[in-house]
């Protein structure tokens, strides 16, 4: 492991340690936990649903972020439960991480969790029908990148694995996500291509970085999208990309942008539950995909 893998997995896991102290499961929410989706450790997920709810819920899938280095369920547990809460079924899975394990190993446990997901809708009420997904950070990258290969025949080719995956969410929610690696995009931020030296097989050749880019593969087909930034976040010049390639393709979408002058918010608060901007912006991409699913 290098050194960039070391130092974000101390500095994030000091920095969720603050976030969520204290926090405990609410009440409301019934708790399914541990849940093997595959053979491997890591692929383990919850699966939360407000507690007396009766039949099948709308449901949403949630894709972790942490810089494709870091991160699983427990880190989203209390966000992932606040979504339960305001009425949908949720999965919230772990995947393997880089550099232990290389791209598309990251995908291919995506796909794994959307087709559990499919495989035991009966089981848990899902609602396969009102099928949404959530991701931030390297989350929304790799989410980004599933919703490509289910819309995109000439991307899924470049997988050795059979695509589409499993069920193509019909909305989504892409939160200070990184989109495209180098180019005309934060071509400062050289920490993205040190995580991609950590990531992709052979490091960040051309060809591989045009294979992560999210917006390169994007259709009219994309799913309908809910992005947001906010104040303080690094990657708001990625946020801004997207949206100008999903204008261009024509997939219907809706920006958000959080906080203002006096209110610096940072990376992915939307997951910090004492946040009132984090609740507000949770209220709207869940109000955003009822109203996908009341269509």
């Known amino acids: 492991m290098s050194g960039i893998s070391e130092k974000l997995r101390r500095e994030f896991r000091e920095q969720d340690a603050v976030r969520d102290a204290g926090l405990i ?15 491997h450790p ?57 550099p232990e394990a290389k791209f598309p190993a990251q995908i291919e446990d995506v796909n794994a969790a959307f087709a559990w997901t499919r495989d035991h809708a009966a089981a848990y ?11 931030d950070s390297a989350g929304a990258h790799l989410l980004g990148l599933y919703c490509d290969a289910c819309t995109n025949p000439a991307y899924a080719e470049r997988y050795a694995f059979d695509v589409p995956f499993g069920p193509t969410p019909r909305a989504v929610s892409l939160a200070c996500g990184v989109y495209t690696i180098g180019g005309d995009v934060q071509p400062e ?6 995580l991609m030296e950590e990531l992709l097989p052979d490091g960040p050749t051309p ?18 999208t809910f992005l947001f ?15 100008r390639t999903l ?6 979408h809706v920006m958000r ?9 940072g990376h992915v608060f939307h997951c910090n539950m004492r946040l009132p901007e984090g609740r507000r912006c949770n209220d709207e991409q869940c109000a955003f995909f009822r109203s996908v699913a009341e269509r």
């Open 25 to 39: 499961a609410p009440a409301d929410v019934e708790r399914h936990v541990d849940i093997a989706y595959g053979a």
């Open 42 to 98: 890591c692929q383990r997920l919850d699966v939360y649903r407000p507690k007396g709810a009766v039949g099948k819920l709308p449901v949403i899938v949630s894709v972790h972020g942490g810089g494709w280095v870091y991160g699983d369920k427990e880190l989203y547990q209390y966000y992932t439960m606040s979504l339960a809460q305001r009425g949908f079924a949720v999965v919230n899975f772990s995947y393997r991480l880089a």
């Open 125 to 135: 009420g899902f609602d396969m029908d009102a099928l949404f997904a959530v991701g």
């Open 189 to 194: 931020w050289e920490q993205d291509l040190a």
């Open 207 to 224: 060809e591989n970085l045009a294979l992560v880019d999210v917006r390169r593969w994007i259709t009219p087909a994309f799913p309908e």
């Open 229 to 243: 930034t906010c104040t303080g976040d690094f990657l708001q010049e990625q946020a801004d990309a997207l949206q």
């Open 247 to 252: 204008r261009e393709q024509r997939v219907p």
């Open 257 to 265: 942008f959080y906080g203002d002058a006096t209110r610096e918010l």
